[in-house]
């Protein structure tokens, strides 16, 4: 939950890299780098970040790399809205991680398709992609992987119109982020809670769970925690 500092230490990755010439590591640093950048919500210089990762990971060979990039990428264009480059991105991602036998890889690619099909408007696929997601994050037993598609489950079903399925994922989705100690998914698990509840006319719930959302954004040094004290502000008025 150190984004700031992870930044700085991804900066000096990157310098360094730079320096002796290890453009494997400059790739790793460049993604990681753009990562906080997304983290942050700051899409379009993640983005740019993420390109460059590519770049270089193609050019030196690196096929478990590039599908890292790719997914990067996707993930950076569904927040920016360029909702075809993302599906596009992710689709490459998933042949690659399929290609190499990674199931962490495929699993991280059907969750960003997942994502990017629902933002597209095609809801049904898209929470097929992330039943798959699910299922394989718990055979290899990623616990943060897991959370992930848990509340993106969660925020699909939402998304559906159903958000009384939305509630039981968004519940595990906390729980399971709460184990392994990541703040930003407790906090996304809670805030899209809040939404679920909200939606089924239980507000005073609802508001709770915003509340401790709030919290735990603000613990992150998230900047969601504006959004969060904007959908407050909205209920309580």
């Not at 310098?15 to 942050?40: C, F, K, P, W």
């Not at 390109?51 to 890292?68: S, Y």
């Not at 099909?117 to 095609?122: I, P, R, S």
Request: charged share 25%; proline share 3%; with cysteine.
């Amino acid at each position: 939950g150190e984004i700031r500092r992870a930044a700085e230490l991804f900066e000096r990755q990157l310098a360094t890299a730079g320096e002796i010439g290890d453009r494997r590591n400059e790739s790793n640093a460049l993604g990681g780098l753009g990562l906080t950048q997304y983290v942050m919500g700051e899409s379009r210089a993640a983005a740019q970040l993420f390109n460059q990762q590519l770049a270089i990971t193609r050019e030196i060979g690196d096929r478990r790399g590039e599908a890292a990039a790719l997914s990067n990428l996707g993930n950076a264009c569904a927040t920016l809205e360029y909702t075809p480059q993302a599906i596009a991105y992710h689709e490459q991602a998933l042949t690659i991680a399929r290609e190499m036998s990674d199931r962490r890889a495929e699993a991280t690619a059907l969750g960003g398709l997942g994502v990017a099909e629902y933002l597209a408007g095609d809801i049904p696929r898209s929470v097929e992609l992330l039943e798959a997601q699910l299922k394989l994050t718990r055979e290899i037993h990623d616990l943060r992987g897991e959370a992930l598609a848990l509340g993106n489950l969660g925020e699909a079903r939402i998304v559906a119109g159903a958000p009384e399925a939305a509630i039981d994922p968004l519940k595990q989705a906390y729980q399971v982020a709460h184990q392994i100690g990541d703040l930003q998914a407790q906090a996304n698990a809670r805030f899209h809670l809040a939404i679920a509840l909200d939606r089924t006319g239980d507000r005073p719930q609802a508001v709770c769970e915003a509340e401790n959302a709030l919290e735990l954004f603000r613990l992150a040094d998230h900047p969601a925690a504006d959004t969060v004290r904007k959908q407050l502000q909205a209920w309580q008025a």
